[in-house]
Each structure stands twice: as structure tokens, then as C-alpha cells.
């Protein structure tokens, strides 16, 4: 299938906490991991922090000290009044965690001035406000309104899928101009439905193939990696026992994609630009916008006015729709696990698509480093070994190539995309 060189070595994969209470006990020991943290997380947080950091310069002139109390101060007030949805208590957690460590590094660095020093800015007020941050406890407010990603369905139905498929293949039968962002979108839904990715992180997606064992392999950037959210900050995804039209699914968007990136940034010559995080969600966000289109006109043609929001579909529902099918099919929690990207084994049973909403197949089988790295996986992983099944492979990425290989070539040339 191709020609690329790689064996089935196992690869090393950095470990990330076990799970968001799972912070290690300092501060200095949290700061030797920021390093391995992706950088799509650090570029969040540094922008998540400046934002918080500038809301209160805005009120007074504050020394460090001041103003990381203050800021700890509203954190600490909000999540026990229930102010903040639980999801993003952690994720305030964790910015507030990240911005005191690289403060800690900074001090350590000589970067602190005098004055902040001998105000009380030291090693000994960082590790103390870092533990403070950690041990702050959350208080859900029940009355509070659902946020709108819990309003959206959580499978993609079927008869909307045909719908969109058909409607795309009329247009270009008939000769209908189809817009960019509309090719794309159902590009995306396509693809998506197979393989079952988080949406931004197609645009960490690459492919490898290997002498020994699996032929063809999809690495996968954890779209949420830090604090034990997922198994690991890479996930690696067989493909080799897809239909071939379900590669050429995932072949067509993911290249689709990367033209755009391209086409954006040669547009954007300017020194330093780069396709960052929130060109990645204005993306996104305009995808989101063309499939929204799509359903209310689906739900023009049955007769229908859609007047409630959880009757529709999102991008992500294609993901929730991926698990169900992985569910019934009898897939393994740890191996649904290792294939969607989750720190643990019930994540997609507690909060992704119900098992009777699956309807198709799923072929993507995780590797066994992948399914490693999901909490409490020993056992499971021992009984694969001792019954030696073949199915899943050890990996080493630092002896694979990049999918840039002939097989990759033929593909721009069958007219699969046109470039």
C-alpha cells in the first residue's frame, strides 16, 4: 500500500496526570511537565491568563503578589458559589496552575523584579498559592442553565446524513456551484463518522506506515492532553481494516484541510503568522455555521420548523455518533478508550453517544500503546498479551516517515484532490 519504513518498536509516550484532582504535590514538580505540554494547550492558557491578568490591571495598579491573590481570590469565590460550569472550573484551575508555574520558573530565571520580591513574590508564596488552587473545591449550582454543547444531539442521524450526501452529489451532477466551506463540511461529517475525532484536531492529523505489523497509521494530537484528560498527549489509530472508500473519506478532508491551512497562510505572508488556535476555531465555528444551514433546510423539505436546539446536530455529534457505533459493535471499553482519546474507560459510557443510537460499523483499532495509556489498563493489556492477539501493535514513531510517500502522490494524481 505504501512505502515507507517503520517497525513495530513501542513507542514512549510522555504520562500526563491520572486525573484532574491528580496534581503533583509542588509546584516545582508541576513545572518540570510544562515543557511536554502540547502547544495548541499552552497558547490557550497563555491567552486565558493575559485576559484574566489584564481584567484586573485594568482596575488598579497591583504588585504580583496583589494581584495573583486577587485573581486566586475570584476563582476561589466563584467555584464555591457555583458560579462556574464544572468543565470550566477545571479548565480555570488549570490555567491558574500553569500561569504560577511559569512565574515559578521566571523567579528561578532572575525575571522577577527586586520589588515584587520584597513584596512577598517568592518560591515559598508560589508553592503555597499553587497548593491553595489545587485544594479549592467545586459547588455545582443545579439551577444553574445548561451550557449549549450539553443542548446538542449526541448522534447524527442517519436520514440527515443521506440527505447531505445526496444534496451534494445532485450539485455536482447538475453542475451547481458548491462553496469551499460547504465541500468541506461534508467532507468533514464523512470522515468523521469513521474515524471519530475531536474537530480541532484534524489539524494535528498525520499518517505513518510500518514494516512490521500495521500498514497504515493515523497519529493523532490529544485535543485535551494535560491533566490526565487523556491517554497520553498522542494517540496512534490502525486503519488498515477500513474499506478502502472509508480511507478515501478520511484521505479527502484531511487533505482538503491542509489546502486550506496552506492557501490561508500564503495569503497571510506577514513575518511570524502562523494557522494558530483561533484560526482554527474561526474554522471551525464556519463549518459549524454551514451544517446548521443544512439541517434547518432538511428540516424544511419534511414539512418542519426546527424550534429546538437540541434537536440539532453538531460537528461534534459526529464523534458521539462514532462511539455509539463502536458500542455496538462490542468494542471494549479500553479499547474505546484508546481509539477516542480518554483518560479512562468510562468516559464514553458516562457522557458519549448511547449504544442504540450506533448503526454502523467501526474498523479503527487503537495501538496497544494507545490502550496502555488509559487508567487501569494493565490487567486488560496483560490478557490481550497471554491470549497473543495479533490485532493490536507496538509502535515507534521516531522510526517512521511521514505520509509523504508514493502512495500519498497517486492519491493527488487519481483526482481524490485536486491541488
Not at 499552552?42 to 497591583?62: A, G, P, R
Not at 504580583?64 to 458560579?83: A, C, V
Not at 523584579?113 to 513574590?121: C, K, P, R, S
Not at 455496538?328 to 453517544?353: E, L, M, P, Q, R
Amino acid at each position: 500500500m505504501c512505502s515507507c519504513f517503520a517497525c513495530g518498536l513501542r513507542v514512549v509516550v510522555v504520562s500526563s496526570f491520572e486525573n484532574p484532582n491528580s496534581y503533583p504535590k509542588t509546584l516545582k514538580e508541576y513545572t518540570s511537565r510544562i515543557e511536554d505540554f502540547p502547544y495548541s494547550t499552552k497558547t490557550k492558557y497563555d491567552i486565558e491568563l493575559k485576559q484574566k491578568i489584564d481584567k484586573h490591571l485594568d482596575s488598579s495598579e497591583l504588585d504580583l503578589k496583589m494581584l495573583y491573590e486577587n485573581i486566586y481570590s475570584e476563582f476561589k469565590t466563584k467555584s464555591e458559589n457555583g458560579y462556574y460550569a464544572e468543565s470550566t472550573f477545571r479548565t480555570y484551575r488549570a490555567y491558574l496552575v500553569y500561569g504560577i508555574g511559569l512565574k515559578l520558573n521566571e523567579l528561578n530565571n532572575g525575571s522577577i523584579n527586586d520589588e515584587d520580591i520584597d513584596a512577598g513574590f517568592d518560591e515559598y508564596f508560589l508553592e503555597e498559592l499553587y497548593l491553595r488552587i489545587i485544594n479549592t473545591k467545586y459547588t455545582a449550582n443545579k439551577d444553574k442553565p445548561k451550557r449549549t454543547s450539553e443542548l446538542k444531539t449526541k448522534y447524527f442521524e442517519r436520514t440527515f446524513y443521506n440527505y447531505l450526501v445526496r444534496e451534494f452529489e445532485h450539485k455536482n451532477e447538475s453542475n451547481t456551484r458548491v462553496s469551499e466551506f460547504d465541500r468541506m463540511m461534508v467532507a468533514f461529517v464523512d470522515a468523521n463518522l469513521v474515524v471519530g475525532l475531536r474537530p480541532v484536531e484534524w489539524f494535528s492529523v498525520s499518517f505513518c506506515c510500518a514494516v512490521k505489523g500495521p500498514k497504515l497509521i493515523m497519529i493523532v494530537e490529544n485535543g485535551k492532553a494535560t491533566h490526565g484528560r487523556a491517554n497520553g498527549l498522542k494517540r496512534y489509530l490502525i486503519l488498515d481494516d477500513l474499506k478502502h472508500e472509508d480511507q478515501e473519506k478520511i484521505y479527502l478532508y484531511w487533505n482538503l484541510l491542509n489546502r486550506y491551512v496552506r492557501k490561508v497562510s500564503s495569503l497571510n505572508k506577514s513575518s511570524g503568522y502562523t494557522f494558530g488556535w483561533d484560526e482554527k476555531q474561526t474554522f471551525i465555528k464556519i463549518l459549524q455555521e454551514r451544517l446548521r444551514l443544512s439541517y434547518i433546510n432538511y428540516f424544511k423539505l419534511r414539512g418542519k420548523v426546527l424550534t429546538n436546539e437540541d434537536q440539532r446536530p453538531t460537528l461534534y455529534s459526529t464523534r458521539h455518533q462514532c462511539i455509539a457505533n463502536a458500542k455496538v459493535k462490542g468494542i471494549d471499553k479500553f479499547v474505546i478508550a484508546g481509539a477516542f482519546g480518554h483518560a479512562g474507560k468510562d468516559t464514553a459510557s458516562n457522557f458519549y453517544g448511547r449504544k442504540w443510537r450506533g448503526h454502523s460499523g467501526f474498523s479503527i483499532k487503537p495501538t496497544l500503546d494507545s490502550i496502555e495509556n488509559v487508567n487501569g489498563s494493565h490487567e486488560f493489556v496483560k490478557t490481550l498479551l497471554a491470549n497473543n492477539l495479533d490485532t493490536f501493535y507496538y509502535f515507534d514513531l521516531n522510526i517512521a516517515n511521514e505520509f509523504n510517500t508514493d502512495y500519498y502522490k497517486d492519491e493527488l494524481k487519481s483526482g481524490l484532490v485536486i491541488d
